[in-house]
């Protein structure tokens, strides 16, 4: 990527991502990117973050994503892969942090 400005960068992807795949899709993004925090296993990290890259695999937005979620420190599901502060972490990625007790139904 070349040298850009973050101003730059945060107005082309704005303008990009209007057409985004995700959008409108808020509710069911969220819900993958708590499915990953959730992830207690590499397995299930990597469903969440397969779930949310399918959206992202023909998305016109995806190279201006892609640019965006790194100068802007993004934590969370972009271009097909998740992000801890700005860096793209591997698909079985676990995120940090306490874990939800599993409970016997
Ligand atoms: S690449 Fe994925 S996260 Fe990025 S704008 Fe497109 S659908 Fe949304």
Do not use: F, I
């Given at each position: 990527?070349?040298?850009?400005?973050?101003?730059?960068?945060?107005?082309?992807?704005?303008?990009?991502?209007?057409?985004?795949?995700?959008?409108?899709?808020?509710?069911?993004?969220?819900?993958?990117?708590?499915?990953?925090?959730?992830?207690?296993?590499?397995?299930?990290?990597?469903?969440?973050?397969?779930?949310?890259?399918?959206?992202?695999?023909?998305?016109?937005?995806?190279?201006?994503?892609?640019?965006?979620?790194?100068?802007?420190?993004?934590?969370?599901?972009a271009a097909g892969?998740?992000?801890?502060?700005?860096?793209?972490?591997?698909?079985?990625?676990?995120?940090?942090?306490?874990?939800?007790?599993?409970?016997?139904?």
């Open positions: 990527m070349r040298p850009m400005s973050r101003v730059v960068l945060a107005r082309q992807a704005s303008w990009q991502l209007a057409d985004a795949n995700c959008a409108g899709a808020a509710g069911q993004w969220a819900q993958w990117e708590a499915e990953h925090h959730r992830a207690s296993t590499s397995l299930q990290a990597a469903a969440a973050v397969r779930a949310a890259a399918a959206l992202c695999r023909d998305c016109p937005a995806l190279a201006a994503c892609a640019d965006w979620a790194e100068p802007e420190q993004y934590t969370g599901l892969t998740m992000y801890e502060n700005g860096r793209r972490r591997p698909e079985g990625w676990l995120a940090p942090g306490p874990k939800p007790a599993v409970t016997a139904n």
